[in-house]
């Protein structure tokens, strides 16, 4: 039962572009959601996150998005670079509650 | 300041043995979880331990288990290893909130 789901694997932008990684919850509670970023032979850093009762949270090239509605939240990175090709976790959680993390999604950013 | 150390970084045992993984968190820091990494599952979460009390819990078997001293350093152990044990095995601490979360490298085990 995955409570937090990245339907895309893998993900292929070009340099300059938007890459958009999106991210489904199935469980209402949460109330809290981040993202982390992992590269190869280390363990994921944290990237961004935003509460629940906010929409949307900014923090240079990368925003998040959160649609409580539709369960959903996406990832925006503007201009996307060749460094930001990593694997990149989304997860939720609720008050002192354990945290979440989806399966991942693969994102290449290609020069 | 000094990050999350994780000691082994690699291990190479055999099935039915046991391991024992160490992770040392930032100073300051009370509240360790650990994580089971593998292809396509995700970090899949083992449990967390706050104040040398174990907080939260996944769904894993028995034969995973924990502990934490009064220093903060954590301690995982895995008894009658199985093949599908083999992954990345990731801790993180925080002061007690996520956006705290601070990772280590992982201890890759391998189970032959």
């Known amino acids: 039962d995955q409570q937090v789901k990245q339907n895309s694997p893998s993900l292929s932008v070009q340099e300059g572009r938007i890459s958009i990684l999106n991210c489904d919850y199935t469980?209402?509670?949460?109330?809290?959601f981040l993202w982390y970023k992992k590269y190869p032979a280390e363990g994921p850093t944290f990237l961004i996150s935003?509460?629940?009762?906010?929409d949307k949270n900014e923090d240079g090239r990368f925003t998040v998005f959160l649609n409580k509605s539709a369960k959903h939240l996406s990832l925006h990175i503007v201009p996307s670079q060749p460094g930001d090709s990593a694997v990149y976790f989304c997860?939720?959680?609720?008050?002192?509650?354990?945290?979440?993390f989806g399966p991942g999604t693969s994102l290449s950013v290609i020069p | 300041k000094a990050g999350v150390t994780q000691t082994p970084r690699y291990l190479i045992k055999t099935r039915g043995q046991q391991v024992t993984l160490s992770c040392s968190p930032i100073?300051?820091?009370?509240?360790v979880s650990w994580y089971q990494q593998t292809p396509g599952q995700g970090l899949q979460f083992l449990f967390e331990?706050?104040?040398?009390?174990?907080?939260n819990k996944g769904n894993f078997p028995g034969r995973f288990s924990g502990r934490q001293f009064s220093n903060s350093r954590s301690e995982m152990n895995v008894s009658t290893l199985e093949l599908g044990d083999s992954a990345l095995y990731l801790c993180?601490?925080?002061?007690?909130?996520?956006?705290?979360?601070?990772f280590g490298s992982g201890t890759r085990l391998t189970v032959v």
């Open positions: 469980n209402s509670m949460f109330d809290y």
């Open positions: 100073s300051g820091h009370r509240s």
């Open positions: 331990y706050f104040s040398e009390t174990q907080r």
């Open positions: 993180a601490s925080s002061p007690d909130h996520p956006e705290g979360y601070t």
């Open positions: 997860a939720a959680k609720t008050s002192y509650d354990k945290v979440i």
């Open positions: 935003i509460s629940s009762i906010k």
